[in-house]
């Protein structure tokens, strides 16, 4: 499995960014998938996951109520929608699936800096 994130960048706090994370490859062996974060100087840490039937979803506690995690089945693409974004989000993002094999991938990363 390959995965491509794209939507990072810089906002003001109080803005919003959508992430998205293309799959490709053996998709169909995707059972869970989420989204995490790195701070400089900090452990990452896991932001919101998802069952890849989508009925399953669960987030860190700091972003309940702002960052909605999706994905399009068609597409094979997974997003984080995050809303009332604070200057402590600000990190490295990443996403990452589970296989039916139990292995498991992870994106390149893509950058979100939120101003103050």
């Known amino acids: 499995v390959q995965l491509v994130e794209s939507g990072g960048g810089l906002v003001q706090a109080g803005g919003s960014l959508r992430l998205s994370c293309a799959a490709s490859?053996?998709?169909?062996?995707?059972?869970?998938m989420g989204w995490y974060r790195q701070a400089p100087g900090k452990q990452r840490e896991l932001v919101a996951g998802?069952?890849?039937?989508?009925?399953?979803?669960n987030y860190a506690d700091s972003v309940k109520g702002r960052f909605t995690i999706s994905r399009d089945s068609a597409k094979h693409t997974m997003y984080l929608q995050m809303n009332s974004l604070k200057p402590e989000d600000t990190a490295v993002y990443y996403c990452?699936?589970?296989?039916?094999?139990?292995?498991?991938?992870w994106g390149q990363g893509t950058q979100v800096t939120v101003s103050s």
């Open positions: 490859g053996s998709t169909f062996s995707i059972n869970t």
């Open positions: 990452n699936v589970w296989t039916a094999l139990h292995v498991d991938y």
């Open positions: 998802m069952t890849s039937d989508g009925d399953v979803t």
